[in-house]
């Protein structure tokens, strides 16, 4: 019985290497405000975008996924046939199953790592860094690698004002490894399952299929409701995560929320009163919402700016589709 007793997992956790892919395909917003008779003012004034990246066809799931990750077990010094699981954060990989993480695990040259996929919309990110966190400590997994990768443009219908200038593709990947220093903190997580229907997909396949002219069920979304919970209620989640972590805002040194929107991101940030020092993550200028990935993407650019660095105490909180959210205190790789 005492392997049931002792698991052998590590004291602490921590995140050891990033890695990030960004299709190479910018576009600006001059390229889809005539579909949806909107402006370059419009959208940057509610959104805070200014361009986004658009995968190509060859920038597949699996391709952006294995690109990120191969950067991300390079800067952890990790070898992939030493990562013992791989979960993948995704709502856009469009074929259902097997699990894309498998097909991930096997180009990477795990040696047969576990591998699943779970869906948590733009949470997923933050949901695959607390259970991996809990498997190196647990035991049951030496080192974890957590992707958020999209390619919602596959989903995303050009032709709807409400969704076309907001969201877009790209992956990033941590390795979650051992540590001897604490390097995540506890997750704050949950979901709202009342309010299901703010953000999802159209239509399900079933009715999909049993159309007269079946098409792509894109994601719909409610704006002004979705804006109003993420603006309030994630500042109450991101300020319990500090707690759970015993330390208050003047112990950060950055913020990396999910970057939905550069007005949630403003107001999130007065509501926790922020300090100065507090470096905050603006890649949706740049990037737009881009789900699962949304979170490594923005921490990755603050690192290669400057803004973050190795060691800084992070604030990371995800929040989207379910509606499902999670947060949790990092120390930045
Ligand atoms: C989508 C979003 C930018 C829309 O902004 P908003 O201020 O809520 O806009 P509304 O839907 O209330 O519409 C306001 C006005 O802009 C217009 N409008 C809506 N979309 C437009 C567009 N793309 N271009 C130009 N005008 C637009 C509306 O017609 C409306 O006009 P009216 O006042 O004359 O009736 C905003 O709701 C938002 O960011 N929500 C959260 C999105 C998000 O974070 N999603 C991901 C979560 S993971």
Known sequence: MTDLIDRGGSAHAAILGIGTYRPHRVIPNADIIEAIDSSDEWIQQRSGIKQRRWAAPEETVQMMSVAASRTALERAGVEAAQIDCVVVATVSHLLQTPAVATAIAHELGTNKAAAFDISAACAGFCHGVAMASDMVRGGSAKHVL??????????TDVGDRGTAFIFADG?????????????????????????????????????????DHPSMPHLVMQGNPVFRWASFEMAKIAQQTLDRSG????????FVPHQANMRIIDAMARSMKLPAHVKIARDIAEQGNTSAASIPLALDRMIEDGDAKSGDTALLIAF??????????VKVP
């Open 146 to 155: 957590v992707i958020g990768v999209e390619r919602l443009s596959d989903l």
């Open 171 to 211: 992956a990033g990947a941590v390795v979650v490894g051992p540590s001897d220093e604490p390097g995540i903190g506890p997750v704050v997580w949950g979901s709202d399952g009342e309010q299901f229907d703010l953000i999802r997909q159209k239509e399900d396949w079933r009715d999909v299929l049993a159309s």
């Open 320 to 329: 989207g589709a379910g509606l499902a959210y999670a947060a949790q205190v």
């Open 247 to 254: 330390i208050t805002v003047d112990d950060l040194d950055v």
